[in-house]
């Protein structure tokens, strides 16, 4: 019996690094028949494609897709969907972190974040949607955050994209499931990736593999919210079960990144 990614084809936002080239790598080891690779930053792209390449010669496919560039993202999509002539995966990945105090906040950096992190969203799933409509299956997979369910100070800007992708995966499961299309977001702590710029990721942080691998095998359960590692699931239920208990917490953790910001510069 095949694996659900086997003879898939997938398009992939972000994928030059991070999350997005561990799925991308993932899905290529799980015997994917294309993963097209869309990213903004052409030298990572160009050599990641060309080294996955070499590996799975004729399966991957680099595209330069910025992806609050709706148009970019639609010739992801299209060209994706040209291959084998039906797209099976979509994985809306691109995205950026925001974690600064409010007076550093401008709003040119909340139009920026929101066209990245929600709209860049928006247009691959409304550009996928059409299509997975018409040949009645196909499976788009969005990354959100453990911030969209949970609010986190000195992240409103972060957690308000990503609460927005979360509500809208989960509307779309329910509206369109019917016709045989899936969805499914994804809620991580920390990953160690090049999210975190020039800091080094949190202690928390977990391994892109292992959170690939994690998010690969709930998709494959068409599971509609995944939130791991187990300390984010436990977070998440603290806020909704205990919340005097969450404020206590989430006080103190204001406390802290105000002093951390004060004295060295960064939250944690």
Known sequence: MNGYYENKVSAVTGAASGIGLGLVEHLLAKGAAAVFMGDV?????????KRLNEQYPGKVFPVFADVTK????????????AFEGHLDF????????????????TFEIWKFVVDLNLMGVVYGTYGAIPIMREQGFGHIVNTGSITGRVPVPYQAVYAATKAAVISMTESLQYELETEGLNFSVFC??????????D????????????????????VE??????????????FDATYRE???????????????????????????
């Open 41 to 49: 930053k052409e030298e990572n792209l160009t050599r990641e494609s």
């Open 70 to 81: 709706q148009e970019q993202v639609a010739e992801l999509v299209s060209r994706a969907k």
């Open 90 to 105: 979509v994985f809306n990945n691109a995205g950026m972190g925001m974690t600064l105090p409010t007076e550093k906040i």
């Open 188 to 197: 991580p702590g920390n990953v160690a990736t090049a999210i975190f710029g």
């Open 199 to 218: 800091v080094p990721p949190p202690p928390d942080a977990v391994g892109v593999d292992e959170a690939v691998e994690h998010i690969l095998a709930e």
């Open 221 to 234: 359960k068409k599971s509609l919210l995944i939130i791991f590692p187990q300390t984010m699931r436990d």
């Open 242 to 268: 205990r919340r005097e208990e969450f404020d206590v917490f989430a006080r103190k953790l204001a406390a802290e990144r105000r002093e951390n910001y004060r004295t060295k510069g960064t939250y944690f």
